[in-house]
């Protein structure tokens, strides 16, 4: 009862960091998880049903998507507030649980649900640096360091189109020698962004030429 009671005065980031701390005291992510997913989940409903009503999906598909919103949160804790564009935490974090689901959302429409396949059939697209540490390793240790590693690409990822984005960084996970991706992440990409194999070539060749002038021109590398 006490564990609950201090998570209810826990502010939102305290939560966050308590779900993190999974493995080394359950009882205190449980039910931190538990307050985060009480105080945003209407937040999130409401996205979702945004969604699904504007990709002509149903009511049903939006609770999936909830659920694999807050599956995402208790996996994968990443919210940043220093990289938030928001200066209230509650606003950023609102924001960040919207770019879930909305990838949620793609996941469903490129597989049928948005439920966490395992890391063999894991092929989904990347939106997000975050989102490459995370698939990259399951070590936290070689995450923080991979992130503190990839930190100097923020401000170059942020200047790319989403398209040059998501193409940039799927490709660094699946081909990070530029050798050829998977057949099903190309046709992921095709479908996703409405592009032709030629054009995800050429928003690639971009998208890394962008990404050496930054470091050649800050770093020198």
Not at 38 to 51: L, N, S, T
Not at 66 to 86: D, G, L, P, Q
Not at 162 to 168: C, D, G
Request: aromatic share 10%; with cysteine; net charge neutral.
């Amino acid at each position: 009862m006490e564990v609950i009671e201090e998570m209810k005065l826990a502010c939102s980031l305290n939560l966050l960091e308590y779900i993190g701390w999974k493995e080394e005291y359950p009882e205190e992510a449980k039910a931190a998880f538990e307050e985060f997913c009480i105080r945003y989940d209407q937040a999130v409903v409401k996205a979702a049903e945004i969604f699904c009503y504007k990709w002509n999906l149903t009511e049903t598909v939006a609770l999936d998507i909830v659920n694999c919103t807050f599956a995402r949160v208790w996996k994968y804790h990443t919210y940043n507030h220093e990289k938030s564009k928001s200066k209230e935490v509650d606003t950023g974090i609102r924001r960040w649980l919207n770019r879930i689901a909305y990838t949620q959302l793609a996941n469903y429409t490129n597989r049928g649900t948005c439920h966490e396949p395992d890391i063999e059939t894991d092929l989904s697209l990347i939106y997000s640096l975050d989102e490459l540490v995370d698939k990259t390793t399951d070590d936290e240790i070689t995450r923080k360091e991979l992130r503190k590693q990839l930190k100097v690409l923020d401000d170059v990822i942020a200047q790319l189109g989403e398209k040059h984005r998501i193409i940039y960084l799927t490709y660094k996970l699946y081909a990070p020698a530029g050798k050829n991706i998977p057949r099903s992440v190309s046709k992921k990409l095709q479908n996703e962004l409405e592009l032709v194999p030629g054009s995800i070539r050429k928003y690639k060749e971009q998208a890394i030429k962008q990404v050496e002038n930054f470091l050649n021109r800050n770093y020198g590398s």
